[in-house]
């Protein structure tokens, strides 16, 4: 369903989601997320990479309560969201309206995008 990796080095949440998720699935997430990133010592500016590739478009329930379970997580400094597919893009912009927010095909464009100034690669 998903796995979080905390890159210090690049100051890096690295996050790839598959499947859907449920309300149920979206809790314990978000609470692993919240104990991880308090134990890693994380802080609100870190970049976040979510590679969507293997996840499916998410119910408007689901999307609800990443909402109600993450609304005020630390925010990011930069996001990348990587997906191929048009229409995960789509829900993305939909829920997404982040002006530090970009929409990579690729992981390793997203990667290089968070690490530098370029914006090539985004959608």
Not at 20 to 44: H, I, M, N, P, S
Not at 64 to 72: I, P, T, V
Not at 86 to 111: C, D, G, N, T
């Amino acid at each position: 369903m998903y796995h979080i990796d905390f890159r210090f080095d690049l100051n890096l949440l690295d996050i790839k989601w598959t499947g859907l998720f449920t309300d149920e699935a979206v809790a314990e997430y978000a609470a692993v997320l919240r104990r991880r990133f308090a134990e890693e010592g994380f802080q609100a500016g870190y970049l976040l990479r979510i590679d969507l590739t293997e996840s499916a478009v998410q119910p408007q329930d689901v999307l609800e309560s990443f909402a109600r379970h993450l609304g005020d997580f630390p925010k990011a400094g930069r996001i990348a969201m990587v997906t191929p597919s048009v229409i995960v893009r789509m829900q993305v912009r939909r829920v997404m309206k982040l002006s530090y927010m970009r929409i990579f095909p690729l992981a390793e464009p997203a990667l290089d995008w968070l690490l530098g100034d370029e914006v090539a690669g985004a959608d």
